[in-house]
C-alpha cells in the first residue's frame, strides 16, 4: 500500500526565511509520480509540480525548490526567502503509475498536510 | 489545464437530507475524481468516475451514500445521502491533466451539515 507521510504538522516563520517542508514516501512500484500542492485559505487546490520516479534532478522554480531523493524515498519543498502569501496548506501526494484494471489511474494518496504560517 | 467548476461552492444542509454536487470541466475527460477533505484533514478519495460505466468506489466508501453519475464527458455529480454532521467536509472533484498522471482540482464545494 502506499503511503506518505509529512512530519510536520505546522510550520511558522518570519517572512523573508527559508523554509523546508517534508515529505517522506512508500510504495512498492518502481514507477511512480509525486506531487506538491499548496491549499490557500480560499479552500482550492493548488498544482505546484509533479516528479516522476526516474527523474531524481532537482528542480527550481522562482522561490520555489524540489530536493527528490529515491535514496530515503524523500521529497522535499523549500520556499526561500518566504512571503506572506505562502501562508497555507501544503500537500505531498504519490501517484502510481500503474494500477490493475486501470480504475486506479491517476489515484493519489496524499499525505497529512503542513501548515505553513508566513508572519509578516 | 483543465478549467472546472463546481456548484454549490457551499450549503449548509440538515440532517437526513441529500446534497447533490455538480462537477463541470471545460474539455473531455474519461476518468473523473471525487475526494472528501474532513476538517483540518488530508484528502481521501471517494470514487473514481468513469463515462459509461459504474463508479468505482474506495474502501469505506458505498454508493448508497455517495451515489455517482458520469452522463458524458464533462460532467459528473456527486450526491452525499442521508447526511448526519460527520459528512460536513469539503467534497472536490478532479481530472488527470494533460500528463495524465497529474490531477487538477475543482474549487471544492463546503458542505456542512447539522
Known amino acids: 500500500a502506499q503511503k506518505v507521510t509529512q512530519a510536520q504538522t505546522e510550520i511558522s516563520v518570519v517572512e523573508k526565511e527559508d523554509v523546508t517542508l517534508d515529505c517522506v514516501y512508500e510504495?512498492?512500484?518502481?514507477?511512480?509520480?509525486l506531487f506538491w500542492y499548496k491549499q490557500p485559505p480560499s479552500g482550492e487546490l493548488v498544482f505546484l509540480i509533479r516528479r516522476n520516479s526516474f527523474d531524481e534532478q532537482n528542480e527550481i522554480s522562482g522561490r520555489y525548490s524540489w530536493n527528490f531523493q529515491k535514496s530515503t524515498s524523500s521529497f522535499n519543498f523549500t520556499i526561500t526567502a518566504s512571503q506572506v502569501v505562502d501562508s497555507a496548506v501544503y500537500f505531498c501526494a504519490l501517484s502510481e503509475a500503474h494500477a490493475s484494471g486501470g480504475t486506479s489511474y491517476g489515484k493519489l494518496t496524499f499525505g497529512q498536510g503542513t501548515i505553513l504560517t508566513v508572519h509578516p | 489545464s483543465a478549467v472546472i467548476s463546481q456548484k454549490p461552492s457551499r450549503d449548509i444542509c440538515q440532517r437526513g437530507t441529500s446534497l447533490t454536487i455538480q462537477c463541470q470541466v471545460d474539455s473531455q475527460v474519461t476518468m473523473m475524481f471525487w475526494y472528501r477533505q474532513q476538517p483540518g484533514q488530508s484528502l481521501t478519495l471517494i470514487a473514481t468516475a468513469n463515462q459509461g460505466s459504474e463508479a468505482t468506489y474506495e474502501s469505506g466508501f458505498v454508493i448508497d451514500k455517495f451515489p455517482i453519475s458520469r452522463p458524458n464527458l464533462t460532467f459528473s455529480t456527486l450526491t452525499v445521502s442521508n447526511m448526519s454532521p460527520e459528512d460536513s467536509s469539503i467534497y472536490l472533484c478532479?481530472?488527470?491533466?494533460?500528463?495524465?498522471?497529474?490531477?487538477?482540482f475543482g474549487p471544492g464545494t463546503r458542505l456542512t451539515v447539522t
Open positions: 478532479s481530472v488527470p491533466g494533460q500528463g495524465a498522471y497529474e490531477q487538477y
Open positions: 510504495t512498492r512500484d518502481t514507477t511512480y509520480y
